[in-house]
């Protein structure tokens, strides 16, 4: 599946997520990062984003498709992470 995961979390653990999120996607920009991940993956990222997270503080979104081609994207302005093919 093709997932954009959005964050608002407290400024003491948000390198802790920014570098737990960055094994899994994609960053684009600040709290904001998409990629493909499997169901099993997903699982996996939550799990580990519950133990840095307080959930009555915190909150962490997930815009979910089945796949990128059903999600149309415009950038206006700067794009902050290109996401280039290196072959």
Do not use: H, P
Request: charged share 40%; net charge negative.
């Amino acid at each position: 599946m093709y997932i954009i995961a959005v964050y608002d979390i407290g400024e003491k653990r948000v390198g802790k997520m920014l570098k737990l999120m960055r094994r899994y996607l994609n960053w684009i920009q600040n709290s904001v990062f998409e990629g493909e991940i499997s169901e099993v993956k997903l699982k996996e990222l939550i799990l580990e984003a519950k133990q840095i997270m307080e959930e009555d503080y915190d909150s962490l979104i997930f815009f979910k498709s089945r796949e990128e081609k059903w999600l149309e994207k415009e950038i206006v302005g700067k794009e902050r992470n290109r996401l280039d093919v290196f072959l």
